[in-house]
């Protein structure tokens, strides 16, 4: 079997490591003028956004609306869920949100120690002060939205709706929500590991929101170009017949978006293209009052990935082998019981940009036992919670 880069042996502790890079968290002192005054800029201009301000004018409120909740792909949510009825902001929320960003003070917000020192590192306007830009931005907004859920000012605190749950013979809702209701509405269905999390479940609102004004939740290509550089030439040496991932080329400035939404959104992790990437930059680093309008530095944001995005990853697969992820500690494999897309013999052009590529992500899928290093197989083995023993790894003839 080849293995790919990053896979160790142990699985790691992702709660202490998470827990360590929160003790490592820093404020934007330590950066010069030349890299605080444009991530500040940038951070301003992402919360006068419409998208920003009805975002975290909802977990103000407490509750997402009923049409966010619903728009996922597929819109799972239950008819009989009380979200439904909560059709617009509850009155106030609107206010305090605005009066929240009117004193936000970028200075509160804290960073990884080594995201800091690898941002300052950068020469402006390289593409890896872009990337690195980007990365202080999806982690400002996120944290911004960890903070609002933790100020617990909620009017529907102890309404129930959190917590509803439908009866117990709602095989499927059961099936999927083995554990009952997630401790928060406002999710991206990936990304819900809150134990491991640094700032719990405050981090899933965080992704959520993420998701939400910036259109996925934002990673990065974490593999080391060397080392995937040397996996490529052994993949060539050896010629058995083992299925191996596509050809990867590390790239540490390429942006990914793993997007949760309904419409033609795919559900799966999408490479920014060089324009989308030059576009968000642009209304990043944009000094003009935003209100202004002008057309130069039109709002991408939400980024609805598509059709054009035709570089993607499966999000089934683990985040060591693809090393597509910003946190080590943020999602573990989804078990078996949430359905794995792959496995469907429905070809959908929304989702997979082509017949061969879909091919491919389910060879991915039927292989994915071999593939996965061991501790990966445990972690897996773990979470699943029904009987699949009688599962065949092979595409029956009914299913092509
Ligand atoms: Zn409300």
């Not at 305090?96 to 804290?110: H, M, N, Q, V, Y």
């Not at 974490?222 to 060539?236: I, M, Q």
């Not at 642009?282 to 570089?311: H, K, R, W």
Request: charged share 30%.
């Amino acid at each position: 079997m080849k293995s790919k880069t990053n896979t160790a042996q142990e699985e790691p502790d992702y709660r202490e490591l998470a827990l360590k890079a929160k003790q490592s968290r820093q404020s934007l002192d330590t950066l010069d003028d030349a890299h605080r005054v444009p991530l500040t800029r940038a951070i301003s201009n992402v919360l006068t956004t419409e998208i920003a301000e009805t975002t975290y004018a909802q977990i103000i409120d407490g509750l997402p609306l009923a049409s966010v909740a619903d728009d996922t792909p597929g819109g799972i949510l239950s008819p009989a869920h009380p979200i439904n009825r909560h059709k617009t902001l509850c009155p106030g929320a609107l206010d305090k949100t605005r009066l929240f960003r009117a004193e936000f003070d970028p200075g509160s917000l804290r960073f990884d120690a080594s995201l800091l020192s690898a941002y300052q590192a950068t020469t402006s306007g390289s593409a890896a002060f872009g990337t690195r830009l980007i990365e202080m931005v999806a982690i400002a907004v996120h944290q911004i939205a960890a903070v609002l859920f933790q100020l617990e000012a909620s009017g529907h605190k102890d309404d129930g709706v959190t917590d509803w749950a439908p009866r117990s013979d709602d095989e499927l809702w059961w099936r999927i929500n083995p554990d009952g209701p997630l401790p928060t509405l406002f999710c991206h269905s990936w990304y819900v590991d809150y134990e491991q999390y640094p700032d719990g479940v405050a981090d899933v609102v965080g992704y959520w929101a993420e998701n939400r004004i910036l259109g996925g939740v934002v990673l990065f290509d974490r593999n080391d170009p060397v080392k995937a550089e040397e996996e490529e030439r052994k993949d060539e040496e050896e010629s058995d017949d083992d299925y191996d991932l596509p050809p990867h080329q590390a790239d540490p400035n390429a942006v990914y978006l793993h997007p949760e939404r309904g419409g033609n959104v795919p559900y799966r992790i999408c490479k920014l293209l060089d324009n989308q990437k030059e576009q968000l930059l642009a209304f990043l680093l944009a000094a003009e009052d935003m209100s202004d309008n002008d057309s130069s530095y039109s709002c991408p944001l939400p980024i609805l990935v598509g059709g054009q995005n035709t570089e993607r990853v499966d999000p089934e697969e683990p985040i060591h082998l693809t090393g597509i992820y910003r946190d080590e500690w943020e999602r573990n494999l989804q078990p078996e019981y949430m359905g794995d897309n792959r496995s469907r013999d429905v070809f959908s052009l929304g989702d997979w940009v082509s017949f061969a590529e879909w091919n491919h992500s389910r060879e991915r899928w039927m292989t994915r036992f071999r593939r996965y290093p061991e501790w990966i197989q445990r972690q897996w083995e773990g979470r699943v919670r029904y009987d699949h023993s009688d599962e065949d790894d092979e595409i029956d003839e009914t299913s092509t």
